[in-house]
């Protein structure tokens, strides 16, 4: 498969944000957001058969949250059965997927995070709606808020969708949007929006791999 990076750090999103977390960043990306900040995953920095993967994961012993991202990890056609042996070797598996690839062959088990993208991103038109029909009450959706056009969006979409009976996730754009600023308008909503702070880049900053 082609990877960026395996690295094990603190999870920085999702409901599982704060735990120790196995990332396995696969390269290659189908879109490009106008504020992404993993733009040296488009590109392979190295190849590693499914094998070798678990090998790698391996090393880090008795850590079992692992999560596969990207890129946008849905690309390559053997993410699938990293997914299925990672579950068979007991591992809770995230997979963070950018929502333009249809989730149908994605096992049950397997904790998809959707990122919607929205119109700051210049890539929302590119979005799988008929996704949402196929995911799992253990499923996520997430939005990442650049400013308040963006928030009013992603409001009209959980309500167009009944995206409620997901966790919802709601982040700011790094050095953009505030997250005071996202904290007062998510209060407002009274709805059960978990917002995220990106817990690795306060902690690291843009630091790659971490
Ligand atoms: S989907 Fe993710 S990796 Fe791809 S361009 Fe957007 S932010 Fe970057």
Not at 85 to 113: D, G, H, Q, R
Request: hydrophobic share 40%.
């Amino acid at each position: 498969m082609e990877l960026s990076e395996i690295f094990y750090s603190l999870q920085g999103e999702s409901s599982y944000a704060g735990l120790p977390c196995i990332f396995i960043r696969l390269a290659g990306c189908n879109l490009r957001c106008s504020y992404c900040d993993t733009t040296y995953a488009y590109n392979t920095q190295f190849t590693l058969s499914i094998e070798e993967i678990i090998d790698e994961v391996k090393k880090f012993q008795s850590v079992k949250l692992i999560e596969i991202t990207g890129g946008e990890p849905l690309l390559q056609k053997d993410t699938i059965r990293l997914l299925t042996l990672l579950l068979e070797k007991n591992y809770k598996v995230l997979l963070e997927t950018n929502n333009s690839i249809s989730l149908a062959e994605v096992p049950m088990e397997v904790i998809k995070i959707v990122d919607i993208k929205t119109p700051s991103s210049d890539m929302s038109d590119k979005m799988l709606w008929d996704n949402f029909k196929i995911l799992n009450n253990h499923d996520e959706i997430k939005f990442v808020i650049g400013d308040r056009i963006d928030f009013d969006w992603a409001l009209g979409i959980i309500k167009k969708y009944d995206l409620k009976r997901f966790q919802l996730l709601f982040s700011p754009v790094f050095e953009k949007l505030e997250s005071a600023k996202l904290a007062e308008w998510i209060l407002e909503t009274r709805l059960p929006i978990r917002m995220n702070v990106q817990l690795h880049k306060v902690l690291w900053g843009n630091k790659r791999g971490k």
